[in-house]
C-alpha cells in the first residue's frame, strides 16, 4: 500500500491502534489473503452478530435506571450501530455473490466466546464488561481491517476501498462503546479495560488452528 493510502486509512485506525495492545501478526495477514473466501463468509456472519448484540443491548437496558440521558444515549448508539451493521451485512452477501461465493454457515472462531465468558454476572458490573468487550471487538475489527487494506495493497482495490469504508465505521463504533461504560457508573474502570484487553492480546498472539477474522496466529499447514 502507497504512502499516501496508509497516512489516509492509519488516520482513521489510529485510535484504535493506540488502545489494542498488540498488532496482528504478519503471519495472519499473509494467511488471510489467501483464504479470503474464509474471511469474507466469517466477515458476513461477524456482521449480522455484531447487529443482534446491539440490539439485546437495547432490550435489556434501554429500560434501566442508570439515568434517561444515558439510556437514551445507549438506546440510540446501538440502534444506529445494528442498522449500520446489517447494512454491512448486506454489502458482504454482496461481496460474496459477486465472487461466486456461496453463503453458508461456518464454525466461528473462539476469540469472541472466551472474551464473553470473562464477562461479570451481577449488574451493573454484567453491563461495564459487556460494553468493554463489544469495544475490544470493534477496536480489533478496525485493525485488522487496516491490516488487510495493507496486506493487499493494489491487488484488490474493490476489497481495499470496502475494508477502508469499514474501518471508519469500527472506529466509531468502538469509541462508542468505549465511551457508554464509562458512563455506567461513577467508579473508573481502568483496571476493567486493561483486564480485557491482556486476554484479547494472548487470543490474537496464541497459535490458532482455525484461519477466522478474529483468530490468532495460524497454524502451518492447518
Excluded at 502507497?2 to 501478526?25: D, I, V
Excluded at 450501530?81 to 448486506?90: I, P, S, T, V
Excluded at 465472487?99 to 466466546?113: H, M
Excluded at 484479547?200 to 496464541?206: F, G, T, V
Aim: with cysteine.
Amino acid at each position: 500500500m502507497n504512502s499516501q493510502l496508509s497516512n489516509h486509512y492509519g488516520s482513521h485506525a489510529a485510535p484504535a491502534l493506540s488502545f489494542l495492545l498488540c498488532r496482528t501478526p504478519k503471519a495472519w495477514a499473509s494467511r488471510a489473503v489467501q483464504e479470503l473466501p474464509t474471511i469474507l463468509l466469517d466477515h458476513v456472519s461477524l456482521e449480522l452478530r455484531a447487529a443482534q448484540q446491539a440490539q439485546s443491548l437495547i432490550r435489556r437496558y434501554g429500560g434501566g435506571d442508570n439515568g434517561s440521558g444515558w439510556t437514551f444515549s445507549l438506546m440510540e448508539k446501538m440502534s444506529k450501530l445494528a442498522r449500520e451493521e446489517l447494512r454491512h451485512f448486506e454489502q458482504v452477501l454482496s461481496i460474496l455473490h459477486k465472487r461466486g461465493i456461496d453463503y453458508r454457515r461456518i464454525p466461528a472462531s473462539r476469540y469472541a466466546n472466551v472474551l464473553h465468558s470473562e464477562i461479570r454476572k451481577v449488574e451493573p458490573d454484567r453491563l461495564i464488561d459487556a460494553l468493554i468487550v463489544g469495544a475490544i471487538i470493534e477496536a480489533r475489527s478496525c485493525e485488522r481491517f487496516f491490516c488487510l487494506i495493507s496486506e493487499l495493497g493494489s491487488k484488490d482495490p474493490d476489497l481495499v476501498a470496502f475494508y477502508g469504508s469499514l474501518l471508519k465505521s469500527e472506529s466509531r463504533h468502538f469509541q462508542g462503546y468505549l465511551s457508554l461504560a464509562k458512563g455506567v457508573g461513577e467508579d473508573p474502570i481502568t483496571d476493567r479495560i486493561e483486564f480485557f484487553l491482556k486476554h484479547e492480546k494472548a487470543l490474537i498472539l496464541q497459535s490458532d488452528s482455525m484461519m477466522r477474522f478474529h483468530s490468532g496466529v495460524p497454524i502451518e499447514n492447518s
